[in-house]
């Protein structure tokens, strides 16, 4: 069966499914990682939102697959939340911290975290006062890009604009290792 069939049928080909989800393999384990902050987590996250993605029952009624593709993602972090939650209130009554391990961070972990701060510091030094400002409202103080571009004065596509360029600069400056 060539494309032609499939697309006819509403079904994405197989080898365009699976370069697709490829190319989104390293954003979407960022963002799990970034609101997960564990690798292994984060790694079983990216997973299960392939698998839910391959399950979707007709991927050709998707508008936005790689939106769609992150809603599944943030969606399975909220729930991992959701269940920790309810781990620490079952658990928190029998607790006792003088008998609780404490997790030490070995040498390489620290060492790593220390080189990747210094490397995001250099590289927020680099930017623009404005650029940093805009950064800072947004992923510090969590303004929305309508609060940021009444603040300062702009125009809520330049936020989103100075918002790109700075992603982009960290983005190419932090894989550089």
């Not at 571009?149 to 932090?174: E, T």
């Amino acid at each position: 069966m060539d494309k032609a069939d499939n697309s006819r049928e509403g079904k994405i080909p197989a080898q365009e499914t699976a370069d697709f989800l490829l190319a989104l393999r390293d954003d979407l384990y960022a963002f799990c990682f970034s609101r997960v902050k564990e690798r292994e987590l984060a790694e079983e996250i990216t997973q299960e939102t392939y698998l839910r993605y391959l399950k979707a029952s007709d991927e050709s009624e998707i508008d936005n697959p790689r939106g769609y593709i992150f809603r599944i993602a943030f969606n399975l972090t909220i729930n991992h939340f959701r269940k920790q939650k309810i781990r620490v209130i079952e658990t928190a009554v029998d607790m006792d911290e003088e008998k609780t391990p404490g997790r030490e961070v070995s040498p390489e972990e620290w060492l790593r975290y220390k080189q990747f701060r210094d490397r995001f510091n250099k590289l927020f030094g680099d930017l623009s006062q404005r650029q940093q400002k805009i950064f800072y409202l947004r992923r510090m103080e969590g303004l929305t890009t309508a609060e940021i571009a009444r603040q300062q004065n702009i125009s809520r596509r330049m936020v989103q604009k100075y918002m790109a360029q700075v992603m982009k600069h960290f983005h190419n400056g932090l894989d550089k290792t």
